[in-house]
Nanobody, 128 residues
Framework: QVQLIESGGGSVQAGGSLRLSCVASGRFFRSYVLGWFRQVPGKEREFLAA????????YYADPVKGRFTMSRDNAKNTVYLQMNSLKPEDTAVYYCGGGDSLRYDSTWYYREALYNSWGQGTQVTVSS
């Protein structure tokens, strides 16, 4: 089982930036995918971005394209989510998830069902 620990959340004014980090530990294969999701109370978890561990290809949800950038540092077993031009509606708990994509195509990267390891979440609050 892979363990994931997020950090980097906080409070920021609209228009500001934050960078979230997610450190992965444990054994995972090259076909592993790491994703960022967010959730607000009363709503389902929302996919934001994903990255393949082997080739670094990234996948984004339309609402965050151009504002959020996901990257990885293989040496540190860490993925990042750089969030720019933040809006009050970005306020949520942000989660890092991980799952093995060996048997799945890239359409699954956008689905919560692919991910079977989750971090504890980090709060992001954007004020107007």
């Amino acid at each position: 089982q892979v363990q994931l620990i997020e950090s980097g959340g906080g409070s920021v004014q609209a228009g500001g930036s934050l960078r979230l980090s997610c450190v992965a530990s444990g054994r995972f294969f090259r076909s592993y995918v790491l994703g960022w999701f967010r959730q607000v109370p009363g709503k389902e978890r929302e996919f934001l971005a994903a990255i393949r561990w082997d080739d670094g290809n990234t996948y984004y949800a339309d609402p965050v394209k151009g504002r959020f950038t996901m990257s990885r540092d293989n040496a540190k077993n860490t993925v990042y989510l750089q969030m720019n031009s933040l809006k009050p509606e970005d306020t949520a708990v942000y989660y890092c998830g991980g799952g093995d994509s060996l048997r799945y195509d890239s359409t699954w990267y956008y689905r919560e069902a692919l991910y079977n390891s989750w971090g504890q979440g980090t709060q992001v609050t954007v004020s107007s």
